[in-house]
């Protein structure tokens, strides 16, 4: 089992930036990607961004990959998602997530097994 725990969100204007934390604990060797979702209210949740953890492959979401910057530092086991120019359709809950898989096309939330309690982003225009 992975415990995953993230930290960084809040409420914030238009335009600035946030930077979330996720800090993975448990059997950390074992997982091959970790990627960060969003679930808006009344909307389904969605994926943002996944970064591998060997190799450093990336991918984003089209709606955020010019604004938002997945990262890790494998010492700490913490990966981190830099948010800039944030914008109002950027409010909602953002989860930490591990998969055990490798995905050469992109990820879908199905391939991740353990998951973050979320943290709350609220952007007001």
């Known amino acids: 089992q992975v415990q995953l725990v993230e930290s960084g969100g809040g409420s914030v204007q238009a335009g600035v930036s946030l930077r979330l934390s996720c800090t993975a604990s448990?059997?950390?060797?074992?997982?091959?990607?970790m990627g960060w979702f969003r679930q808006a209210p009344g909307k389904e949740r969605e994926f943002v961004a996944a970064i591998t953890w060997s190799l450093g492959r990336i991918y984003y979401a089209d709606s955020v990959k010019d604004r938002f910057t997945i990262s890790m530092d494998n010492a700490k086991n913490t990966v981190y998602l830099q948010m800039n120019s944030l914008k109002p359709e950027d409010t909602a809950v953002y989860y930490c997530?591990?998969?055990?898989?490798?995905?050469?096309?992109?990820?879908?939330?199905?391939?991740?097994?353990?998951w973050g309690q979320g943290t709350q982003v609220t952007v007001s225009s």
């Open positions: 448990g059997r950390t060797f074992s997982n091959y990607a």
């Open positions: 997530a591990a998969s055990l898989y490798s995905r050469r096309n992109g990820y879908t939330s199905k391939d991740f097994q353990s």
